[in-house]
């Protein structure tokens, strides 16, 4: 069974941030660690201005390689999952592949994708790829033969078990390797993001603000990044919450 | 109803489990099969479910030889293989739905299934309600007991109105108490609907308990059936009379003998 977090622990958790980030400042006292009193205003300011314009194009390319990864990599990770013996083909690949860091293939990516928004956006998707591709691969292989039977037993073929046994029993998996990969993934989006483009969150972070010392700027850059993976996390959460209600029942 | 014919089944490098194996269950007989670990029980029921194809001979029932999952034969297993997502409801109807999925082909459903869905809805309700668990309907799997789990599999597969019930260890996971409860409702769905069953057990008691007839296998090959005709099945309350205990002895007898010479067997 999964823990819910409820709406108490996550205003304790945004209460305990603010409170360490001000306790930080205060002590610091430098500008290079301005206070919330001073950044949040800053931030809502400029946030539907110039900064909004970065969130949003930082934004797009996050959730268009998710959609990528995620129609590509579930797919072939529950034929993979029905098909042992394709799976024992393949394997050795995903073995090597999966725990590479894929960041250090962004000079090939661009070298052969071109430097462009689609670049980014497929850098991104094959790390999140390899996260699906693994636990939807993994959650298939996982199912109980009884449980395969008895749902034969009620005149289910190829097809009705893919419908009513693969797809609902990888969708948890596929949700909780997005969420737990989201964090990832906007870390490749920022490294990705501060050359070669002129929008997003990590170019207004790393070129507008932090190389001309905007610190205060820089800060709400930080926090236009931190709300992305935050609100990306909770978004797949309460997707989960709504597909996985058996995962959170009887507690 | 089923007639196995000459069947002959082996795992693969394995010595033949059935040879020429013959045996006839006539329409509306409950039948309980019983033996040592290893012996075929659970293999014999998925060869009358259409799991698994016998290496030679054949299985036929209504008349009609078996090639693979026939969708008027129910099967309820020890793991009640209920979906983990889907709630009580959700998982009495998952056969329903993948009926409605295919359609009437013939194949995965009946040509002449019901396509009412009031009826089909009103039919959920009742064998929901017969089962005592209309009220866990909204309920998820990992939040029933195991009896209530088991109840939701069998109202699974008996609202896709089988003509045939095979179950395999159904209740052997179960605490004696349960376990003789949901024989005593498996007697009464017998007594009321007289729909043919066949039941894989290794608990003695159970298969006097819920077989008219009990199939006795042993860890040889089996070629001959060995048949106890059982008339104190069908009444769990009766479990201290002599003549139940009597047939358990019988049983046990054969089960220790392996061979299962005895003057009570029958062998057509």
Same mark, same amino acid.
Request: hydrophobic residues 40%.
């Given at each position: 069974m999964k823990r819910r977090v409820t709406l108490v622990s996550t205003l304790a958790g945004i209460a305990m941030f603010f409170l360490i980030w001000l306790v930080c400042a205060a002590v610091l006292n430098k500008p290079i660690l301005p206070s919330p009193f001073v950044v949040v205003p800053l931030f809502f300011s400029s946030i539907f201005g110039e900064l909004g314009l970065h969130f949003m194009a930082s934004a797009a390319r996050v959730t268009a390689a998710i959609m990528l990864a995620t129609v590509t990599a579930a797919p072939l990770g529950m034929i993979l999952g029905q098909s042992p013996r394709i799976d024992r083909l393949v394997e050795p690949l995903i073995a090597i592949v999966y725990p590479i860091p894929k960041i250090i293939f962004l000079p090939v990516i661009y070298v052969l994708l071109g430097i462009t928004d689609f670049s980014k956006v497929f850098l991104i998707s094959i790390i999140i790829f390899f996260q699906i591709l693994v636990v939807v691969r993994d959650e298939a292989l996982s199912l109980r033969k009884e449980l395969i039977v008895s749902v034969k037993s009620l005149g289910a073929g190829r097809r009705a078990l893919f419908r009513y046994v693969y797809l609902p029993a990888s969708l948890p998996a596929v949700l909780t390797a997005l969420r737990v990969s989201a964090g990832t993934a906007i870390a490749v989006l920022f490294i990705a993001e501060q050359s070669l483009t002129e929008y997003g969150l990590g170019y207004y972070i790393v070129v507008e603000t932090y190389q001309v010392l905007m610190y205060p700027e820089m800060y709400t850059g930080i926090m236009g990044m931190g709300l992305l993976g935050v609100g990306l996390y909770f978004l797949i959460y309460s997707i989960e919450l709504r597909v996985s209600k058996h995962l959170f029942a009887g507690g | 109803m089923i007639e196995l014919d000459r069947l002959t089944y082996r795992y693969r490098d394995g010595e033949d489990l059935f040879k020429d194996f013959c045996l006839t269950i006539g329409k509306g007989e409950a039948w309980t099969i019983i033996g040592p670990s290893g012996c075929g029980k659970t293999t014999l029921l998925s060869l009358l479910a259409g799991m698994i194809a016998p290496v030679a001979g054949q299985v036929v029932i209504g008349g009609d030889v078996i090639t693979r999952a026939r969708p008027r034969t129910g099967l309820v297993l020890q793991d009640h293989g209920l979906l983990p997502w889907a709630t009580v409801r959700q998982n009495t109807e998952l056969g329903l739905k993948i009926r409605a999925y295919y359609g009437p082909d013939g194949t995965h459903s009946p040509q002449d299934m019901e396509q009412d869905k009031g009826k089909l809805t009103a039919r959920v309700d009742y064998w929901l309600d017969w089962l005592g668990i209309l009220h866990l309907?909204?309920?998820?799997?990992? +939040?029933?007991s195991r009896g209530q789990r088991q109840r939701a599999a069998i109202a699974r597969s008996l609202v896709l109105d089988p003509d045939l019930l095979l179950l395999d +260890?159904?209740?052997?996971?179960?605490?004696a108490p349960i376990r003789e409860d949901l024989q005593k409702v498996m007697n009464r769905f017998h007594q009321e609907s007289g729909l043919t069953s066949v039941t894989v057990t290794h608990d003695i008691e159970e298969a006097v308990v819920m077989g008219e007839k009990v199939l006795v296998l042993t860890n040889s090959e089996n070629r001959e059936p060995l048949i106890v005709d059982n008339p104190v099945s069908g009444s769990v309350d009766r479990r201290n009379d002599p003549g139940f205990m009597n047939q358990c002895g019988r049983l046990r007898a054969l089960l220790a003998n392996g061979n299962g010479a005895s003057p009570e067997v029958t062998q057509p």
């Open positions: - | 309907q909204a309920k998820y799997p990992v +939040e029933l +260890e159904p209740f052997s996971a179960l605490d």
